[in-house]
């Protein structure tokens, strides 16, 4: 299973890798990656791995199996080289500013109308979230925008951190979240937005 970076640090954009697998010339497993595979909503990463100043092009990322797979745009990389790899930052920041954007709004919507999220997809240009909301009026919708638009201008922190099932059953809200995830699942990482004693999220 290769390392996948991302969950550490969603800010690497520059590392060091070797090739552990290469099928049919163009898909490519790394020992430890940060380009983030499609899922979730939200489409994959792309960017370049360079070995010998030859530089591929990384046109498709998915995890496959546990593995997270890398389609490059040409034939060339072989088991064991050793190569540098760049995100396409700005596509990716796009991704994550999208990302923690529909957090904030979906939020503020189950607290303010408790709806709930029933579709989500994070595109380049724009990101579609679906709510079950019972009393929909745009002003009421624009009220909520508002209000995100507002605690998005409080520049909040946005924390990474990792919590045990029995923590994560503990409270009641990410109790709720954890429910329709797989029950194998001991460790929980969780993402933040907001003091500890003001989260947000
Ligand atoms: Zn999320």
């Known amino acids: 299973m290769s390392d996948a970076l991302y969950m550490d640090d969603s800010y690497l954009k520059n590392w060091d890798a070797k090739v552990v697998s290469v099928k049919e010339d163009k898909y490519i497993v790394l020992d430890k990656t940060a380009f983030y595979p499609k899922g979730g909503g939200q489409p994959c990463d792309e960017g370049y791995i360079t070995h010998d100043n030859e530089r591929f092009k990384v046109v498709y990322v998915g995890k496959f199996s546990d593995e997270i797979s890398h389609e490059v745009d040409k034939p060339g990389l072989k088991v064991g080289d050793l190569v540098k790899c760049e995100l396409d930052w700005e596509r ?12 904030l709004i979906s939020n503020i919507l189950y607290r303010r109308a408790d709806a709930k999220i ?3 997809q994070i595109e380049l240009d724009k990101t579609r979230m679906d709510f079950s909301m019972e009393d929909y009026s745009p002003e009421r919708l624009k009220e909520f925008i508002d209000e ?3 605690i998005i201008g409080q520049n909040l922190p946005v924390t990474i951190d990792y919590m045990s099932k029995d923590k994560v059953l503990q409270n009641p809200e990410l109790a709720r979240l954890a429910m329709g995830l797989p029950k194998n699942i001991n460790e929980f990482r969780i993402v933040k937005i907001g003091n500890i004693d003001e989260q947000v999220d």
Not at 92 to 103: D, F, L, P, V, W
């Open 92 to 103: 990716r920041y796009i991704c994550m500013r999208y990302h923690t954007a529909s957090h």
């Open 118 to 120: 029933t579709g989500n």
């Open 148 to 150: 995100a638009n507002d």
